[in-house]
């Protein structure tokens, strides 16, 4: 008779391990599962970022582009504007050619026709000064010109140099804070400009500039 219950009592045990290792199983899958839901979640999230990414980059080379599109246009009218004081790229040395750009001032800049006393024709004249706003000595400057049609195209160019050590203009340096003028009544004639010239209208750069040398 006992074993007539020994077998069902085993029976339920074996069943009870049984129940065990499918409950075990069930916890780890449920657990793989939340992994692969996480990991999904984070795919997710990283493919929304990297649509962020392109977007932002889409934007920017859109705004690069116009940007590149108004500077273009800027130049192009700046180009056409007459009395623009600007530093020439032949100013080789830096230091130079940023005091240049942000010390040396090209004032009262004028050009027109004037009659010429000797013969009496029509001959481009033009007037201007320079102030030094800085803290050294220039010893020598060139200023060039340049003389633009009704279009804004250049069509003629004149240089001088009105402060040089050897010139028959001024032999002086132009020191700091100092400034230089013209003679009253004196202006410089261009001679190469012709007719097509639209009175005025004239671009003024320094194209050198040196230094006065200790002594």
């Known amino acids: ?27 780890e899958l449920a657990a793989t599962k939340t992994e692969l839901e996480k990991l999904k979640g984070e795919v997710t999230n990283l493919n929304s970022q990297v649509k962020e990414s392109k977007d932002k980059a889409t934007s920017l080379e859109e705004e690069n582009k116009k940007l590149s599109e108004q500077l273009s ?9 007459g009395a623009a004081n600007t530093v020439s790229d032949a100013i080789s040395d ?29 001959v481009a004249g033009y007037t201007y000064g320079l ?4 803290t050294k000595d220039v010893e020598y400057l060139t200023v060039t010109l340049y003389f633009l049609d009704k279009d804004g195209n ?4 004149e240089s001088l140099t009105p402060i ?4 028959i203009f001024d ?5 700091a804070h100092y400034s230089w003028k013209m003679d009253s009544g004196t202006y410089y004639q261009a001679k190469d400009v012709s007719k097509d010239w639209k009175e005025g209208s004239v671009k003024a750069e320094i ?9």
Do not use: H
């Open 1 to 27: 008779m006992k074993k007539l219950y020994l077998i069902p009592a085993v029976a339920l045990l074996f069943s009870a391990l049984l129940g065990g290792c499918s409950s075990g199983q069930a916890d």
């Open 73 to 81: 246009l800027y130049r192009e009218q700046t180009n056409k504007q």
């Open 94 to 122: 830096p230091v130079e050619q940023e005091y240049a750009s942000n010390f040396i001032d090209i004032v009262d800049l004028k050009a027109k026709w004037y009659t010429d006393s000797l013969y009496g024709n029509k």
């Open 131 to 134: 102030k030094n706003k800085g």
């Open 154 to 157: 250049t069509i003629s160019e």
């Open 164 to 167: 040089n050590p050897a010139g």
């Open 171 to 175: 032999n002086k340096p132009l020191k």
């Open 207 to 215: 194209t050198e500039l040196r230094f006065k040398s200790a002594d």
